[in-house]
């Protein structure tokens, strides 16, 4: 565990809050060089109006995970996150860890396990660094 882990993570815990989503509010710093490069929360893509789930409580299908509004927001940034490390507070799904991949990110730090583990298991695979912080 590298020294400032615990302090992006509770960052990110905190940027999480900004989101609308009412099942679950997820929030994720891009640091690279010990600095912020990138930051996102779950919730719908720009222009949509600020509510995640329908009527019955379910999640929309184009609400963005935190991970993927982190990687596309460094993107238009003109930022790299190759060699990143990726603060999230709960482990990133498959199509995150996908997209985790193809950005560069070494390192994945988080704190609160999803039920599928297939998105971990994908970033193992691949080479990057995986760490569960409490």
Request: hydrophobic share 35%.
């Amino acid at each position: 565990m590298e020294k400032f882990d615990h302090s992006y993570l509770q960052m990110a815990a905190i940027w999480a809050r900004n989101s609308y989503c009412k099942r679950r509010q997820v929030g994720a710093l891009l640091v690279k060089d010990r600095m912020i490069i990138s930051d996102g929360y779950n919730g719908t893509p720009s222009g949509f109006e600020n509510i995640c789930e329908d009527e019955n409580g379910i999640t929309k299908p184009y609400v963005l995970h935190a991970e993927a509004n982190a990687i596309t927001k460094v993107a238009k940034s003109g930022n790299s996150s190759s060699g990143a490390t990726l603060y999230v507070t709960a482990s990133p799904c498959l199509e995150c860890a996908k997209l985790i991949i193809q950005a560069g990110i070494t390192r994945v730090v988080y704190r609160d396990e999803y039920r599928l583990t297939d998105g971990i298991d994908l970033l193992k695979k691949a080479g990057i660094e995986v760490e569960k912080v409490d």
